[in-house]
């Protein structure tokens, strides 16, 4: 039982104690967890160890001057994409924010292609246009790393609506797809999101909207950008469903993003999912992240998601120490070979730095008309 | 039949969504109220409340959930209620429609079409009179295609809904009830080709949208002094046509540029700078440009009147730059 709840039982023994949904709710969801069997877990634990080590191996990378530009990585927060993505079918969508690599991977992108991308090279999963920050693979159904905040927000809006256009207005029963917009604590206080879970409410459409709250905008702090810092209430007021989970807990976060997908599969519409989370690197590389108080940081590292869940796996009897060590040496194979692949891939032709910016154009030819249509006309 | 350019953009609209039920309309007001201008009047009876969707008053969300759903196999028509609402949804506008299909390296198509009513009406006052063209031209990935008469604008807005890029699609608010005779049966227009609209000799007009209109009446009344001009209405505005600019002004020898934008930053400005660049060796003169004052469009009728180009300004120009010409010759 929650204080309020006790206090307001110890001011007024007369009343009944407030409906349930009146409490504060964070923390309800932690005991839910999703129940997995040794294949799966060894599958998410595999997952998240790529994500941490190709983003360690990218940071490297940048430090020896192979990657450029503005490089964000997700250490911690594995086991939110994890947790999510893995829930997912291959044709399934998601969008993402600048901090990109790690969803790709989880969605299925190889490696190499996320590696070589990074490098700028032709074999880039974005052909070297793209960056750090703007993985794409129409393939795997990762439409995009966008830079700006929240901007991924409506493009996401927009394939949940071709999803459910495809079902509702064309009949075509096979378009049961969802779509995941991943979005941060500081994107929440963006106006563009409460746009867009009404508008995802209003139309029922299949999106799951999911905060990575970790707790930093860059250098703003949530606790002083949120005058509400409970995101996952923010969906209820548009008829959007919310939930809060310990987003260092793969199991809890596979727990709510399943019942999520089951809920846009189903055609009932949009959920909002806030996985409570921490970044263990600065924003980004460029960022000596010396405004977090070390005390902070070492309290998140304490819940290491990939230590936890090894830990998690170990207790269940799914794993053992020597197992954990090989997987983490399988996924080391994995990430260098990753490196090899994007070191001796070759760069963009510089005359083909125009390619890609236009789709062919429509070229105009004379209307033919069916008997049918033409009468149609002449009536 | 004759029709008026409202009819023609309705008529287009609905004969690309009976042809392809991947056509949708997004906007607001564009379903039951039947847009703004009646573009869509009725439709949502025939197609339904998903094919013609209203939205909320959401200008970025909207138009993002369209360049989203173009990426994802719709081809979305998006009405701005009023082209400047437009500038709320710059971001999706610029970043997403504009470079998406670049950065995503060629994966993702955005066939998207973003319509409205555009330019200075009757004493709409600032915020509604704006033209987002020059705007638009700066961004990279996007074409820019104006309308100018009820036939082009039915031929142009279906040829736009077919095409695989990111179209924005100008419509002049004092056009909407211009009235033509159009084929009965459908036709589509190329969208990057300028069209001629009156032959001359002594002087070219490149201009689009509602100035189209000005620089014939202007030629109108010329032709009584002997000066005959000649009319091109750029219809693209993004690429330009520059096969058709050349040809006219090699023949012409002489150019004006005329357009409804502030000639600051404007897209008369890139049209000159195409046309020196292109153009010089047939040139016999500096080209110059006719434009918009860089105000806000004033409320006041009179000071709206003064800030856009007139017949009177359009023939004062042509004047201008014969004389030298005329004085040679006597």
Redesign the interface.
């Known amino acids: 039982m929650s204080v309020s709840a006790l206090q307001n039982i110890a001011t007024s023994t007369a009343e009944a104690p407030p409906a349930p949904a009146d409490l504060p709710k964070r923390n309800y969801l932690r005991s839910m967890r999703a129940n997995v069997d040794a294949k799966v877990a060894q599958m998410l634990y595999e997952d998240m160890c790529l994500g941490r080590q190709f983003e360690d191996m990218c940071a490297q990378m940048y430090y020896r001057g192979r990657v450029a530009g503005f490089v964000h990585l997700y250490n911690g927060q594995e086991a939110v994409s994890t947790g999510i993505i893995k829930c997912l079918r291959k044709d399934d969508v998601i969008s993402s924010t600048y901090r990109d690599h790690v969803h790709a991977l989880s969605k299925g992108v190889p490696a190499r292609e996320v590696m070589a991308e990074l490098y700028g090279k032709e074999t880039g999963c974005s052909k070297g246009r793209g960056g750090s920050m703007h993985m794409f693979s129409k393939e795997w159904g990762v439409m995009g790393g966008f830079a700006f905040i929240s901007e991924n927000v409506p493009i996401a809006l927009g394939a949940a609506f071709s999803i459910a256009y495809r079902r509702q207005q064309m009949l075509d029963e096979s378009a049961d797809q969802v779509v995941v917009c991943f979005l941060g604590d500081g994107a929440s206080n963006n106006g563009i999101f409460y746009e867009a879970m009404n508008m995802a409410a209003l139309a029922r459409l299949p999106i799951i909207f999911v905060v990575e709250n970790n707790n930093w905008a860059i250098g703003m702090a949530h606790y002083r950008s949120t005058s509400v810092p409970e995101i996952y209430k923010k969906g209820p007021a548009f008829g959007v469903p919310g939930y809060e989970v310990d987003g260092m807990d793969v199991l809890a976060v596979r727990a709510a993003a399943r019942k999520a997908v089951k809920r846009a599969r189903a055609g009932e519409g949009p959920t909002l999912i806030e996985a409570l989370t921490y970044r263990f690197r600065g924003h980004s590389l460029a960022d000596p992240d010396e405004l977090r108080a070390p005390l902070e940081k070492s309290a998140w590292l304490a819940r290491d998601p990939i230590a936890t869940f090894g830990e998690y796996m170990k207790d269940m009897g799914y794993s053992n120490d020597y197992l954990l060590k090989e997987t983490q040496k399988k996924v080391r194979a994995l990430v260098e070979d990753s490196v090899s692949f994007a070191e001796s891939s070759p760069e963009p032709k510089v005359e083909e730095v125009g390619e890609y910016i236009f789709a062919d154009g429509y070229v105009p030819e004379p209307e033919h008309f069916s008997d049918e249509e033409l009468h149609q006309y002449a009536v | 039949v004759e029709r008026t350019m409202f009819q023609a953009l309705h008529m287009a609209t609905a004969e690309e969504m009976e042809r392809d039920?991947?056509v949708?309309l997004i906007g607001e007001d564009v379903g039951h109220y039947g847009g703004s201008y009646k573009v869509s009047k009725d439709l949502h009876y025939r197609f339904?409340n998903?094919?013609v969707?209203d939205?909320?008053i959401?200008e970025?969300?909207?138009?993002?959930?369209?360049?989203?759903?173009?990426?994802?196999?719709?081809r979305p028509i998006v009405e701005g209620m009023n082209m400047g609402f437009l500038l709320l949804a710059y971001?999706?506008i610029a970043?997403?429609a504009g470079m998406?299909?670049?950065?995503?390296?060629?994966?993702?198509?955005i066939?998207v079409v973003i319509r409205g009513p555009g330019g200075i009406g009757k004493q709409l006052g600032p915020e509604h009179s704006q033209r987002l063209e020059a705007y638009l031209n700066a961004v990279?990935?996007l074409?820019l295609v104006a309308c100018s008469t009820p036939r082009n604008a039915r031929?142009l807005l279906k040829?736009?809904i077919?095409?695989?890029?990111p179209v924005v699609f100008f419509e002049h608010v004092l056009l909407y009830n211009l009235k033509e005779e159009i084929p009965?049966?459908?036709?589509?227009?190329?969208?990057?080709k300028a069209e001629l609209v009156k032959e001359g000799k002594d002087l070219t007009v490149l201009c689009y949208s509602r100035q189209r209109h000005v620089a014939v009446e202007a030629a109108k009344r010329l032709e009584k002094t002997g000066l005959s001009l000649e009319i091109i209405d750029l219809i693209s505005l993004k690429p330009l046509d520059v096969e058709a600019i050349k040809k006219s002004i090699s023949k012409t020898h002489r150019c004006i540029i005329l357009e409804e934008s502030s000639k600051a930053g404007g897209v008369g400005a890139d049209i000159l700078s195409c046309v020196i660049e292109n153009c010089s060796d047939t040139l016999a003169d500096v080209p110059t440009r006719v434009g918009a004052k860089d105000i806000p469009t004033p409320y006041n009728a009179k000071l709206e009147e003064a800030t856009v180009p007139s017949v009177e300004d359009v023939m004062a120009q042509v004047m201008w730059m014969m004389t030298p010409h005329m004085v040679a010759k006597r």
């Not at chain 2, 998406?100 to 198509?109: A, F, K």
């Not at chain 2, 077919?162 to 890029?165: E, F, G, K, L, V």
């Open positions: 039920p991947t949708c339904g998903f094919q969707m939205t909320p959401v970025n969300t909207f138009t993002g959930m369209a360049i989203g759903a173009a990426a994802t196999g719709l971001n999706q970043n997403n998406m299909r670049y950065t995503s390296g060629g994966q993702y198509d066939p990279p990935g074409k031929g040829a736009a077919r095409d695989n890029n009965y049966l459908p036709y589509t227009q190329a969208i990057d």
